[in-house]
């Protein structure tokens, strides 16, 4: 296999070396900006098998995908991510695989998904107060989360990271809390701006909307930000605070827009294949694995052709409404 072969670029010269696999669409949590209350899941046959998973994944790397992240839903309600992780930590030519998850199974995954190969992992966390954090997520889990926190932080990751949405009245006056937190756990932040992905009715996103720039002056006003050059293969931009080991990173979609130097592509439980989060445009990986079952050059050759269609940019606009109706626990956040 020559270089050029084993490399995705797409149609405007972006190298593809990232994808999030959604490995489920379930979740045990109910966060507002995400889901619904009340959620139809798919049936188990649509989702992608874990020997799907599998494939993909090798496949994937064959084509020189350097980082895979396990995604959701939560990934952590599925049986055998122990196993499937064990098993992309290994294949050749992989520089890591990641995970991101809410923290409810982490008092009992995070060591065996330490020891499985798991480099890097993020926790979900909006709040540190109980009530509100039953408000945010619809489940009364915040000790659950902390729990698994502490589990995580033991088990000896190279780094784990929290991601933080922040909304105006909602949360934003637990900027800082979170901060502290993760500080004196020497773990890293990212503060997300919500993204409008799904139809939700439990708030106005434009009410509730906390720009990453407004995040940063609550921060600024106590502590010095330092600019920091780091990259994780995210969309994170990371800042240091003097003295102490927390890189802080801001996921800006509406404010700040990253297309021109998107790298990733996401798989969604259902082994659709999003060329970017704010299109609809996908490729059915499912359906043609399902029809060539074993022929992984068909696979490798209909995800070089895919990338070659994948959109300069996405179209998120703050005024309107979402242009996509997929529910962020769909498409693998
Ligand atoms: N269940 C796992 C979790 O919560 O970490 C993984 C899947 S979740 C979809 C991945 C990330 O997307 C979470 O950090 C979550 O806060 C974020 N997220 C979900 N819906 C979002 C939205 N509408 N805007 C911004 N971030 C969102
Ligand atoms: Fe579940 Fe994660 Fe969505 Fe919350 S953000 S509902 S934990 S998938």
Redesign the pocket.
Known sequence: MNTTESQLIDGFGRKIDYIRLSVTDR?D???VY??AEEMQFLPRAKILSLEELTTLSEAFVELGVKRIRLT???PLVRQGMVGLIEHIAALPGLDEVTLTT?GSQLHRLAQPLADAGLKRLNI?LDSLKAERFAAL?RRDKLADVLNGIDHAVAAGFERIKLNAVIMKGRNDDEVLDLLHYAQDRGIDISYIEEMPLGTISEHDRKEVYCSSDEVREIIQQQQDLLPSAEVTGGPSRYFRTPGRNTRVGFISPHSHNFCSSCNRLRITAEGQLLLCLGRENAVDLRGLMRRYPGEKERLKQAIRDAVQHKPEQHLFAQDDAPQVLRF??MTG?
Do not use: A
Request: glycine share 20%; charged share 15%; hydrophobic share 20%.
């Open positions: 979740c949590f109910r966060c995400c889901m959701g839903g939560e809410n979900s997520t962020m626990n956040g």
